[in-house]
């Protein structure tokens, strides 16, 4: 047949133990660079703020969505957003 070629030095069983030992080998040597355990980020400035920032909207719009029910308290507005940036910035820094 034209355009096949054979290989030559060692039949198909032997090339393709070859590739085999090459392949495990490869992966074998994978797993020494390889962490076993993932070790958590530290806290940053950024990471306080945004926490802070996200429950501070939240309490900001549950504080305000209780005011226009009447049920205004302590937690209207810009007090909600207050207790709620702090509730989120206590939670990150203790978790």
Do not use: C, V
């Amino acid at each position: 047949m034209p355009g096949l070629r054979i290989p030559q030095g060692g039949g198909f069983w032997d090339m393709g133990q070859r590739h085999a030992t090459r392949a495990i080998n490869a992966y074998g040597s994978l797993g020494q660079n390889r962490k076993t355990e993932i070790e958590a980020p530290d806290k940053t400035a950024s990471g306080g703020l945004m926490a802070g920032a996200g429950m501070g909207a939240a309490g900001y719009s549950i504080g305000s969505s209780m005011a226009a029910s009447g049920a205004a308290g302590a937690s209207a507005g810009p007090w909600g957003a207050a207790i709620g940036a702090g509730i989120g910035l206590a939670a990150y820094l203790l978790s």
